[in-house]
């Protein structure tokens, strides 16, 4: 079961499909993906599913969380918390005093609303104080059926396709995924905060639910994945010898940073062209004058 612990994210895996109980990464504690952040439940559009997730004290998730004197709680996700007014998902949830919490997630509210969307679980008292507050991802992937409308959804498994990080064999090393589902989507959202903060400022703002451009996104969130993974490397680096013998198994943090940087600068690149277009595209419009017949000019 995925873990979400209190403001600080939590420790597991994919909490997702009909009534799925979170799906760990390949090795629980290994040096690869499993680790901390903020967990992700996953959905598709079209579809009912529900969700059963452990609120805790604790990053390990071993700690549960005391309910016994809260009297609600209510999952709310935003597309962006930078976004106000925009349209929100709202969804009461069951739950007992040792912090398991359950919630029901249908077409009326995914429809529509695919991408990647920040969750938060805010549990009241009786007279409708906030008391705790946890944090999650809330993927909602598009599915053939419910809404056509709006982008492609970036998902975990799409930038591990492009980085070839599908499974524990694929990562003979590692013997695990080196790339959590949280570091994926905290990459997308970085890319997203990366787009709306490079001048020229534009008169819309994008989120990971509304970015058009799903290729270029998946190539500025390897960058991120790739730069950050390179830090970790240089980190742990420490090359040791025995019976002759001479390993480091960590000294691949000066390749990353190339193919980081190469990454990054496609990204970039793209970044500073297409906000030049829109940037264009906003200095043209048309007046209307009503002393010429409301005629444009």
């Not at 944090?135 to 059926?145: H, S």
């Not at 524990?168 to 589902?181: G, R």
Request: negative net charge; glycine residues 10%; aromatic residues 10%.
């Amino acid at each position: 079961m995925i873990c979400i612990a209190q403001n600080s994210g939590g420790k597991g895996g994919v909490s997702g499909g009909a009534g799925a109980e979170g799906q760990p990464s390949q090795k629980a504690g290994g040096f690869g993906a499993s680790g901390y952040g903020y967990p992700v439940i996953e959905t598709v559009t079209g579809v009912t599913a529900d969700f059963s997730v452990q609120l805790t004290k604790d990053t390990d998730g071993t700690i549960p969380s005391d309910l016994s004197n809260i009297a609600s709680v209510e999952l709310v996700a935003r597309p962006s918390m930078r976004c106000q007014g925009r349209a929100e998902i709202h969804a009461d949830c069951e739950f007992t005093p040792d912090g398991v919490v359950a919630f029901t997630l249908g077409p009326e509210q995914v429809d529509c609303n695919n991408g990647v969307w920040y969750a938060e679980f805010l549990c009241r008292d009786s007279e409708g104080v906030l008391r705790q507050d946890y944090r999650a991802y809330l993927c909602i992937r598009k599915g053939t059926q419910g809404s056509k409308d709006g982008p492609h959804t970036v998902t975990p498994m799409d930038v591990r396709m492009a980085l070839m990080d599908t499974s524990a064999e694929a990562n003979q090393l590692l013997d695990d995924l080196e790339f959590s589902d949280q570091m994926i989507l905290n990459a997308v959202e970085r890319c997203m905060d990366e787009w709306n903060e490079t001048p020229p400022e534009l008169l819309k703002r994008y989120d990971a639910t509304t970015f058009p451009w799903r290729e270029h996104l998946i190539k500025g969130a390897v960058g991120y994945l790739m730069q950050s993974v390179a830090y970790r490397y240089t980190r742990n680096r420490m090359q040791y010898s025995a019976s002759g013998l001479s390993l480091d198994t960590n000294d691949k943090g000066p390749v990353y940073v190339q193919l980081a940087a190469a990454a990054r600068q496609e990204w970039k690149n793209f970044v500073a062209a297409k906000k030049t277009e829109c940037n264009m595209a906003e200095c043209f419009g048309t007046v209307s004058l009503p002393y010429f017949d409301s005629r444009e000019w």
